[in-house]
């Protein structure tokens, strides 16, 4: 069994892009001036500091989409922190998206590009002169996949009367790769993808006004990697100011590594592709194999050899240290923190390899002198299947109790606002590849709470009256948290700031609190190391 740290960079290849598939059909702008100076009353025209740009209508949202925020890090910009995109003169079309990041695509193939770093932007349809909230949503998938096209946040643009900025960025190899021959600024290695999420915060900081969005009220949001980069971004220096409150979804952002190791790891993966060493005929050697090749190889490496590539790294000026180490320290933005998790997290990961009665001791040897305390709380006999168990083994240990071990930290600087989603019939999303039907229920297992934000009818089967008003106060928390740094609103069952380890359960025709350390058996992990 590979450790739990393992397991979440191996999952891009194993199961596939773990953020949902939503037609993106609304990309939004208001009016600005043409070519020639003169002011432009056509509603989807809108100027940006490199060059105007054209969207279109749709239902009531205004869209833009594939515009760029930094030149294609392609050629000689390959591993190199990002640039500005080049000026044009003439309306460029923002009716589609741009190329997703090169990543995995159907079953042995790849898709994408690496001409990638392009964003999307929704506004509610009225022009009127306002500067309305703003939400930056970043993507999830293990920084191996997925994109920020895959998401329609009609619902929250027009509950919370706000603009919404979906986001790309360098994914895999060749965002994340930290091999001292392509290093950068000083000697840093990797977090290429990371700095492109920050060079597209500045570019919403400096051109969201033009859209009708207000560049001093943006939250950052995200899923699972999405999450974890938010983690980052609250104690990366490079973020400063570019942000006024966070929303984590699923995050473990305890799987970050440090600086050491991954040198390590991108000096044995470019060995595999040919390029062994560390000078600067490395660089060389590696900017000159084709994209393709580099995704082709992270996978089979990371798959084959059960040792992946990093994410984000930390222990350098741009991420100075351990994200959960800066949130205890009370080092986190001072900003408002939306966060939680889903009850049963790790069902769509083991459903993938179920395990027996006989491997679950053997999985639990991973824990080494704590299995035995492991196997008591989680005894075999408690759960209709052992695949199950080790589920809420996984889910507690990696998501659910690091989840509320940084609500409880994140309070020392500002308000924090917890919440479990639990609808136990959640419904399984087709992007997944999960099997359907599952061997045993998956409850309310990782991703599964993205519909109910963005598009609940992209589910297989038609949502219940109470899946859909859930839904409904899903949006409307999300929404109000953006607005004002709390989600309570008018009509709304009250959500109380986090104290203890309380956490506002959402779930279907309810309205309760639950203790999450208690429930998930935090006490125990909390005296666990990550293996």
Request: proline fraction near 10%; charge should be negative.
């Amino acid at each position: 069994m590979k450790s739990d740290k393992s397991w979440w960079r191996d999952r891009g290849s194993r199961v596939g892009v773990l953020v949902v598939a939503v037609a993106a059909a609304f990309t939004a702008v208001t009016a600005c001036s043409d070519d020639s100076g003169t002011p432009s009353n056509d509603p989807v025209v809108v100027r940006t500091q490199s060059g105007p740009v054209r969207g279109k209508l749709a239902g009531n949202a205004r869209s833009f989409s594939g515009i760029p925020y930094a030149a294609a890090p392609t050629g000689e910009l390959r591993w190199k922190p990002p640039v500005a995109p080049a000026l044009w003169s003439q309306e460029r079309d923002a009716t589609k998206p741009g190329d997703k990041c090169l990543q995995s695509g159907a079953p042995g193939g790849l898709a994408g590009s690496e001409d990638c770093l392009f964003l999307n932007v929704w506004t509610p349809k009225s022009t009127a002169p306002q500067r309305r909230p703003v939400m930056v949503w970043i993507h999830g998938g293990a920084f191996a996949a997925g994109t920020g096209n895959e998401y329609n946040p009609a619902q929250l643009v027009r509950a919370g009367d706000m603009l919404v900025v979906t986001i790309n960025y360098r994914l895999g190899a060749l965002g994340f790769l930290g091999h001292p021959a392509v290093a950068h600024d000083d000697g840093q290695v990797g977090n290429f993808g990371l700095m492109d999420q920050q060079a597209a915060l500045r570019w919403v900081h400096d051109n969201i006004a033009a859209f009708g969005g207000d560049p001093a009220k943006v939250t950052i949001a995200g899923e699972s990697a999405g999450a974890m980069s938010v983690c980052d971004h609250l104690v990366s220096p490079g973020s400063e100011r570019l942000f006024q409150g966070a929303i984590l979804e699923s995050g473990p952002c305890g799987l970050q590594v440090d600086r050491q190791t991954a040198v390590a790891r991108s000096e044995e993966y470019a060995a595999a592709l040919g390029c062994p060493g560390t000078d600067a005929g490395v660089a060389r050697c590696l900017r000159a194999l084709p994209a393709e090749k580099l995704t082709e190889k992270m996978l089979q490496y990371t798959g084959g050899a059960g040792v992946g590539l990093p994410g984000p790294i930390f222990g350098q000026p741009l991420l100075p240290e351990d994200p959960i180490a800066a949130f205890r320290g009370g080092r986190a933005a001072k900003v408002p923190v939306l966060i939680g998790a889903n009850h049963d997290e790790f069902t769509n990961f083991v459903v993938m390899q179920p395990i027996t009665a006989e491997q679950y001791p053997e999985q639990l040897k991973m824990f080494g002198p704590h299995a035995d305390a492991v196997a008591a709380q989680y005894p075999l006999a408690a759960y209709p299947q052992p695949s199950l168990a080790w589920a809420a083994v996984m889910t507690d240990h990696i998501f659910v109790c690091p989840t509320a071990d940084m609500a409880k930290s994140l309070v020392r600087t500002a308000p924090v606002y917890s919440y479990e989603f639990a609808d136990a019939n959640a419904a399984p999303l087709p992007i997944l590849g999960l099997p359907n039907p599952p061997p045993f229920p998956l409850g309310a297992a990782h991703a599964f709470e993205l519909p109910y934000l963005f598009d609940l009818d992209q589910i297989p089967a038609p949502a219940t009256p109470a899946q859909k008003d859930l839904s409904d106060k899903m949006i409307r928390y999300w929404a109000a948290f953006v607005r004002t740094g709390d989600p309570n609103s008018r009509g709304l069952p009250d959500w109380p700031r986090h104290t203890g380890d309380q956490a506002l359960v959402l779930e279907p025709e309810k309205s309760t609190t639950t203790d999450l350390a208690r429930t998930h058996h935090c006490d125990l992990w909390s005296g666990i190391p990550t293996p």
